[in-house]
């Protein structure tokens, strides 16, 4: 049995109740590591109950969970990778990256309508959790959920919703891998697990397209040695 729940809702009396009941992962919807930006979005928890609680999580045998969320309310880039960092310190099993959706009759929409809030573009989301994505690979924690699984289209007002949004993070993160080791222009193979031969590909084959565009002409092959990740070009004649 999973749970979600606030950091400030965990207790050591909580924790016996849910060992009790058969709770084996506990995740909190930590958000952000930045006071400041806690207090500005009304989350009502500080940084400090987000490490207090998910040590006591561990202590208790649980296995933890962290989520954070991108394109805050006055928080940019540099205050998600901060954010990032300390969930590395905290070092979850799983971590789970939202990027912030304006929805209808939320206090956020009234800040949207007031041009007070800009939510992130699509791309902007896309670069910024392909950069958290490797970060938390690196760290060996499993990123389990990148993007909402959904939404009402009534609901939606605005910011970087796709429903494929994960894919199009980790092709990201195969174009910039393609592109450092792409140097003469020229035809290649670029090899990849068989798994992740559609993300280096890209939706409607937009990294082939790109590739194409600054003079790489490549194909793309699978080869089951390679990781998550990994790529290795190899020039054709």
């Not at 989301?125 to 909402?148: E, P, T």
């Not at 939706?203 to 397209?209: G, K, P, Y």
Request: charged residues 25%; neutral net charge; contains cysteine.
């Amino acid at each position: 049995i999973r749970v979600s729940t606030r950091p400030d809702a965990i207790d050591k009396d909580v924790l016996e109740t849910l060992k009790n009941y058969g709770v084996t992962a506990i995740e909190l919807g930590a958000q952000s590591m930045d006071d400041d930006v806690l207090l500005d979005n009304r989350r009502g928890h500080t940084s400090d109950d987000v490490r207090r609680a998910s040590a006591l999580i561990k202590e208790y045998g649980f296995e933890l969970g962290l989520q954070m969320m991108t394109g805050l309310y006055t928080d940019n880039d540099e205050g998600a990778k901060f954010t990032a960092n300390e969930f590395v310190k905290i070092n979850p099993k799983t971590v789970r990256i939202y990027p912030t959706i304006v929805l209808r009759d939320t206090d956020l929409a009234a800040l949207y309508s007031d041009n007070k809030y800009k939510p992130q573009t699509l791309n902007d989301a896309v670069s910024l959790c392909a950069k958290l994505l490797i970060m938390y690979k690196n760290a060996d924690i499993n990123v389990i959920r990148l993007g909402l699984h959904s939404i009402e289209n009534d609901a939606y007002i605005s910011g970087p919703w796709h429903p494929a949004f994960s894919e199009l993070c980790q092709s990201k993160i195969y174009l910039e891998k393609a592109q450092n080791l792409l140097t003469v222009q020229g035809k290649y193979t670029i090899y990849v697990n068989k798994s992740s031969v559609s993300k280096m590909i890209g939706q409607s084959r937009c990294n082939i397209d790109t590739l194409a565009q600054q003079g790489y002409i490549c194909d793309v092959k699978a080869d089951d040695k390679l990781k998550d990740y990994q790529i290795i070009v190899e020039r054709r004649a």
